[in-house]
T-cell receptor, first 114, second 112 residues
Framework: NAGVTQTPKFRILKIGQSMTLQCAQDMNHNYMYWYRQDPGMGLKLIYYSVGAGITDKGEVPNGYNVSRSTTEDFPLRLELAAPSQTSVYFC?????????????FGAGSRLTVL | GNSVTQMEGPVTLSEEAFLTINCTYTATGYPSLFWYVQYPGEGLQLLLKATKADDKGSNKGFEATYRKETTSFHLEKGSVQVSDSAVYFCALRDNYGQNFVFGPGTRLSVLP
């Protein structure tokens, strides 16, 4: 049981470049989330999804986009990278009988924009 | 809106010392409360949880009791180990959806 898998683990981007952070879960969870964690700070919610085909903005959605075409996958897209998007990004999921009410996190993706 | 406040870190303790990390929350209704732990270079892992007032969550020697009267969920451990060095996050989930709110985290360093 892999849980939540994020790729890549590390990435360096130049200002204005685009990229997609991949997230997949194999627990059949309905809910999926993207958070960012800045140094010394807590987690801020970027986007979340309550099921395939349904997404909604979190606290800090500007500069990002998401899609949820399947239950398993929830990619996060950065269209025009900016230095302010340098952060560690965490994908998480919850739901199902055993996963209800609890978040399961991926290992994180560290992004640096230069 | 909902919010979580944690004591400022970093916290530095000697091995076998007693640990308390304070957490208070603001929320409507009856949220579920959590402690997550983040070891260096890793994602967050659930440490313990409590879903209703007076519940006590416990795991790996850590405990926290859901106190609705003081809106608190303080984390305690009687004897910390070097391996407990990590960042600890208090969090809540409201009962109206699946949105979680996290505190800023408290970094704990345990010295041998």
């Amino acid at each position: 049981n892999a849980g939540v898998t994020q790729t890549p683990k590390f990435r360096i981007l130049k200002i204005g470049q685009s990229m997609t952070l991949q997230c997949a879960q194999d627990m059949n969870h309905n809910y999926m989330y993207w958070y960012r964690q800045d140094p010394g700070m807590g987690l801020k919610l970027i986007y979340y999804s309550v099921g395939a085909g349904i997404t909604d903005k979190g606290e800090v959605p500007n500069g990002y986009n998401v899609s949820r075409s399947t239950t398993e996958d929830f990619p996060l897209r950065l269209e025009l990278a900016a230095p302010s998007q340098t952060s560690v990004y965490f994908c998480a999921s919850s739901g199902g009988l055993s996963g209800a009410n609890v978040l399961t996190f991926g290992a994180g993706s560290r992004l640096t924009v230069l | 809106g909902n919010s979580v406040t944690q004591m400022e870190g970093p916290v530095t303790l000697s091995e076998e010392a007693f640990l308390t990390i304070n957490c208070t929350y603001t929320a409507t209704g009856y949220p579920s409360l959590f402690w997550y732990v983040q070891y260096p270079g890793e994602g967050l892992q659930l440490l313990l949880k409590a879903t209703k007032a007076d519940d006590k969550g416990s795991n790996k020697g850590f405990e926290a009791t859901y106190r609705k009267e003081t809106t608190s969920f303080h984390l305690e451990k009687g004897s910390v180990q070097v391996s407990d060095s990590a960042v600890y996050f208090c969090a809540l989930r409201d009962n109206y959806g699946q949105n979680f709110v996290f505190g800023p985290g408290t970094r704990l360093s345990v010295l041998p």
